[in-house]
Structure formats: C-alpha cells, structure tokens
C-alpha cells in the first residue's frame, strides 16, 4: 500500500525557519517526482515545489522561491521541504505528493500525504 506521511510541521514566528519531511513507502521510490502543494481553508491547492526523481531539477512558485528549498533523498524513500524566512502568508497546510514520471507545477499527482499544519505568527 502506497503511502505519503508528512511530518515537521507546526507554530513558529515570521522569519523562522521549519523543515518539513514526507517519507514515502513507494516501490521504486526514484521513478517519482515528488511535489510539495499547500492550501488554506476556502482555497484550491496551490504549488509550492517539485523535484525530479534524481533530484538535479527542481521548480518553485514564485511566492516561495529564493526562500524554500526543495531536496530528496531516494535511498530512505524521503522529500523534504526547507522553508526559511517564513511569512504569515504562508500558513496553510502543506502536502506532499508524488508523481510517476517527470516533475510538474501542476495537477495531477497520483499520490498524496494527509497534510502537515503549518502557522507563521507575526
């Protein structure tokens, strides 16, 4: 059974930095690329990051680059999601997903974790 599980969520203060994980229990983990969505409540989900299945190519939205830093680790079947100088607006709960075959900024993804809060205070 193919499972996402995210993790390292939680409350921190603007300019703060948190790093989230997803650890994935795929079968041939490195023919994935991974992505990272988040949404509020009210809100579609949005695209945050993605990562190829090796890892060399990466891709962010433009409210998070130059601050987030997308990374993997194919060996322990791992995401991970380096947030750093966070901002109010970017609380929401955040998702990773993985896709067979090449990374995408957009839908669909044919897996997905149940979400990990994260709240940026000002």
């Known amino acids: 059974q193919v499972q996402l599980v995210e993790s390292g969520g939680g409350l921190v203060q603007a300019g703060d930095s948190l790093r989230l994980s997803c650890a994935a229990s795929?079968?041939?983990?490195?023919?994935?690329?991974m992505g990272w969505f988040r949404q509020t409540p009210g809100k579609e989900r949005e695209f945050v990051a993605a990562?190829?299945?090796?890892?060399?190519?990466?891709y962010y939205s433009d409210p998070v680059k130059d601050r987030f830093t997308v990374s993997r680790n194919n060996a322990l079947k791992s995401a991970y999601l380096q947030m750093r100088s966070l901002k109010p607006e970017d609380t929401a709960d955040y998702y990773c997903?993985?896709?067979?075959?090449?990374?995408?900024?957009?839908?669909?993804?044919?897996?997905w974790g149940q979400g990990t809060q994260v709240t940026v205070s000002s």
């Open positions: 997903a993985a896709r067979l075959g090449e990374a995408r900024a957009t839908l669909p993804y044919d897996y």
């Open positions: 795929i079968p041939a983990f490195g023919t994935y690329a």
């Open positions: 990562i190829s299945r090796g890892g060399s190519i990466t």
